[in-house]
């Protein structure tokens, strides 16, 4: 199999987002047995903002698993618009485009090792 590149260009981009073991510490904290927050990433094109929030997801499911809990993203652009509401009232903010959120819920009742 055979091709030809026309065009390559590496883009460098660099894009704030919190660090995941503080993140994932500051969930752990505040869950009961659980949280919600709500991180923006605004302004990244589509591809880079999917490339984000996929590390986010997992790295913070790597250190939910390692202590037996469990982490759930919901991007605001893929949700129906009255998850996107119940979520909204929930932390009693508006989202944007740019929203991720995040459930971190401790599993309770098990020994700990």
Known sequence: ??????????????????????LYEMLRARADPTTLV??????LPDNFFRSAVGYLETR????????????EIYVARDLLPEEKEALEKRLTRPSTQSTIYIMLSKVEGLPQL
């Open 1 to 22: 199999m055979s091709f030809n590149l026309e065009e390559f260009r590496h883009e460098h981009l660099r894009i704030e987002m919190p660090d995941t073991s503080e």
């Open 38 to 43: 709500d991180v923006e990433l605004p302004e």
């Open 60 to 71: 913070l499911k790597q250190l939910a698993e390692a202590k037996h809990e469990t982490i």
